[in-house]
């Protein structure tokens, strides 16, 4: 669905993507997962057809962007960063008007409509103006009308940044759907759960470069220990501390707020701390994710 | 995909953006004709009328002046249906961001754009030049459809470069310096309201430049029922605006779009 070789884009004298392949395949959920700046909506808009690459290969649905953007765009539902509905339109209007600039009739798109309000939940919200929806439904809606013209292929950039909780899970669930109903999917994110909740496979970008690649749990296996046990003391203790509990795990991590000890048992490390006299003000075991993937790799944390 | 074809895709898209606003520009564009027909065409009239100036083939102040504000009313709907809506469409509500992640291109944005604002420059010149019919300013149905075609193309034509403008700036402040410095000059110095025979030799040539003396002069042959040769050199210096116009729109709204 999507090949890039050697992908480059340049802004004036800043390179945001700095050449990267990628390989997306039908069918799949493929993630790019990395922190602000690294290179991923710079990528998305490349993908999207409205961006032209600076270098590097790339084919979208196995078309040239460059020169058939028309033609690629209108296979492909794209759910951009900040939402760009019309606000003084009505939610089912966006629908109807969006699905026009597809070439789709009217009574097509009519139904068209009716049905992504129902499946997103917007049923209700049919005749409200945009402006009185919930941060959470906007995005809800946007992506609604990504999808008015069945696309092959969706893309999301950073769907659900700024949502609350609830309005997070209620898209997951969505979007999962549409992932089993055989839509092929490409976002990004910010967020480990999020990665890890949605993507096949994902590659992490830092930096404008890719720095990993492989499923969720391939990733996890490959570059982090199976638990992770956080140790918490007191305020500018941990890096001196770190010392006396090395030996106890595969690898330790300092942070400003924490140590991180890597290691296949976490409760065994546990006890083992305790035993050499030290109390933690806080301790929490838990199952490593792409956060301590991305950590190990780049050093530093996704979200500042 | 011709640009015809992606324009009509937008048609629902304007149909309801002239739904939502059309109640508050129909009754403008019916009362304004009136405000002018009495304050300058015959309140003011009344004296110039009493001074004897030559009025180049004009019965009345008012048969001179009607033209000149029936253009002049077309240029300032067509100038403003692309400067603040286009500026919003990029930079605040961001419609041509939703519109271009679409199978539209930036040629067929300018396109439904342009082709929306020459919908409202036909509707207010026609409301204008029928209220003109109906003071019997013009000496025949061909004169009458003359004139409104002329104030048609002078608001359309100035709409393009106006519109190449709009979408490469970054604030709004340019767009109060086009209505001071560009569209009130105009309105006031381009033969509307008085020959620019009056000038001295280098302002009459400066005002002979503008798109707007241009658009006067044909409306008021036509309206006046008196042609010449000079009809041509006003369509011809119209049509090339709006054509330049046009494509330096398409190109600045590329630059500004596709990034």
């Not at chain 1, 009505?90 to 068209?112: C, D, H, K, M, S």
């Not at chain 1, 919930?134 to 809606?141: A, F, H, I, V």
């Not at chain 2, 961001?97 to 040629?107: D, K, Q």
């Not at chain 2, 029922?225 to 709006?242: F, K």
Request: hydrophobic fraction near 45%.
């Amino acid at each position: 669905m999507v090949t890039a070789r050697g992908l480059r884009k340049s802004f004036g004298g800043f390179e945001a993507v700095k050449g990267i392949d990628v390989q997306v395949r039908r069918g799949e959920s493929f993630g790019f997962l990395g922190p602000n700046g690294a290179g991923k909506s710079s990528t998305m808009r490349m993908i999207s057809a409205v961006s032209p690459p600076s270098g590097g290969q790339l084919r979208v649905l196995g078309l040239d962007p460059s020169e058939h953007g028309s033609r690629i765009r209108a296979r492909l539902g794209v759910c951009p960063q900040e939402d760009t509905l019309d606000t003084e339109l009505t939610v089912r209007e966006n629908l109807l008007i969006y699905g026009r600039y597809f070439g789709i009739g009217r009574r097509e798109v009519a139904g068209r409509a009716d049905e992504l309000l129902g499946f997103f939940q917007l049923g209700e919200k049919r005749n409200e103006k945009v402006d009185n929806l919930s941060g959470g439904m906007k995005r809800r809606l946007t992506i609604a009308r990504s999808l008015i013209n069945d696309p092959d292929l969706l893309l999301l950039d950073e769907p659900t940044t700024g949502l609350d909780p609830q309005a997070r899970h209620t898209l997951w669930d969505k979007l999962f759907r549409l992932k089993q109903q055989g839509v092929t999917l490409v976002l990004t994110t910010h967020y480990m759960d999020e990665a890890e909740q949605l993507c096949d496979r994902l590659v992490v970008m830092d930096g404008g470069l890719i720095v990993a690649e492989g499923s969720p749990l391939e990733l996890i296996q490959r570059h982090s220990t199976r638990e992770v046990a956080e140790l918490r003391f007191g305020v500018g203790e941990h890096a001196e501390l770190a010392a006396s509990v090395e030996d106890l795990a595969d690898r330790v991590e300092v942070l400003p707020d924490r140590l991180l000890l890597y290691t296949h048992d976490g409760e065994e490390a546990l006890a083992r701390v305790n035993e050499r006299g030290l109390s933690p003000v806080a301790v929490l075991v838990r199952r490593a994710t792409l956060e301590d993937v991305f950590l190990r790799l780049t050093g530093r944390t996704l979200v500042d | 995909m011709s640009v015809l074809e992606m324009t009509g895709r937008q048609l629902d898209y304007w149909a309801t953006v002239y739904r939502r606003t059309w109640k508050g520009s129909a009754v403008l564009s019916f009362v304004q004709p009136w405000l002018y027909i009495g304050a300058m065409g015959v309140l003011l009239g009344g004296y110039v009328d009493d001074s004897g100036f030559e009025l180049r083939g004009a019965s009345s102040y008012l048969e001179f002046i009607a033209p000149g504000l029936l253009v002049a009313t077309a240029m300032q709907v067509g100038v403003g249906e692309v400067m603040w809506p286009v500026m919003g469409a990029i930079k605040w509500d961001k419609t041509y961001y939703a519109m271009i992640a679409s199978p539209l291109r930036v040629v067929d944005i300018v396109a439904g754009h342009l082709a929306y604002a020459t919908f409202r420059v036909v509707l207010t010149s026609a409301v204008f030049a029928a209220v003109l019919a109906a003071v019997g300013i013009f000496t025949s149905v061909a004169g009458a459809l003359g004139a409104f075609g002329a104030a048609v193309l002078v608001g359309v034509a100035l709409a393009a470069p106006v519109y190449a403008f709009s979408a490469g700036a970054q604030t709004e402040q340019g767009f109060s310096l086009i209505y001071r410095l560009g569209m009130i000059p105009m309105f006031l110095f381009s033969g509307a309201f008085f020959p620019i025979s009056h000038f001295a030799a280098p302002l009459e040539w400066l005002a002979r430049l503008t798109p707007l003396w241009h658009g006067v002069e044909l409306a008021r042959m036509s309206a006046l029922g008196l042609w010449n040769a000079m009809a041509i050199v006003h369509v011809v210096y119209l049509g090339l605006l709006l054509g330049v116009g046009a494509w330096w729109a398409v190109r600045r709204l590329e630059r500004r779009l596709v990034v």
